[in-house]
């Protein structure tokens, strides 16, 4: 593959699964890049992209995108909802979540093809998907790291891996930022007295 740049492309944001995609931006419009050729996204504020390359996701001034990328260069950008950004993508692009901002604050949003538009409301903050879109990380409402399948109520990771016997060797979980594509591994951070380390650990069954 060798080692390929673009030095038009300030941020690099998000690469498809098969890294032949990329998708970035420069100062004020987004582009993304295949393997040979790069186009530009006028107006448009790509955040990630979908596993299988097909759709960008971000936001265009205040309302959220998702764009179908064509290898001919041409888009097709889908108005999501308003006030925020999309954020992140399940593997075909056909489930997103993201961001709104409402009265009370910014809030958690998905967005799936055939159900529309729905505000999570036990959950403040998520950081990352699962490939199908069904597996969150992030704070539940009430501040605590949390993991939870869409549907069910956020449950305290922390509590969760104990309660399954997983020794946590006197540390406490203070995030949870990444899952892996199957749903079955977390990442994140946990102190113990000054110290702070990363963990990965195998969820149980949710």
């Known amino acids: 593959m060798g080692f390929n740049y673009d030095e038009s492309i300030r941020y690099g944001t998000a690469v498809s699964d098969d890294g032949l995609r990329l998708v970035g931006h420069e100062s004020a419009d987004g582009y993304w890049t295949d393997s040979v050729t790069r186009w530009e996204l006028t107006n448009f504020r790509p955040r990630n992209i979908s596993g299988d390359g097909a759709y960008a996701i971000g936001s265009s001034g205040d309302t959220a995108i998702r764009m179908l990328l064509s290898v001919s260069g041409s888009t097709n950008p889908e108005f999501l909802w308003l006030n925020g950004s999309a954020d992140f993508s399940s593997q075909f692009g056909n489930v997103i ?42 704070l539940a409402k009430n501040g605590v790291p949390s993991v939870g399948k869409y549907g069910q109520s956020p449950l305290a990771l922390q509590s969760l891996l104990t309660a399954a016997g997983v020794g946590l060797d006197g540390y406490s979980i203070t995030s949870v930022e990444g899952i892996s594509a199957d749903g079955s591994i977390v990442a994140g951070l946990a102190t113990k007295q000054s110290k702070t380390a990363v963990f990965l650990s195998r969820l149980p069954r949710l």
């Open 97 to 138: 979540y993201g961001e709104s901002d409402g009265p009370n604050g910014s809030q958690p949003v998905r967005w799936a093809v055939d159900q529309g538009v729905e505000i999570l409301t036990d959950w403040e903050r998520i950081y990352s998907v699962d490939a199908n879109g069904e597996v969150i990380v992030g």
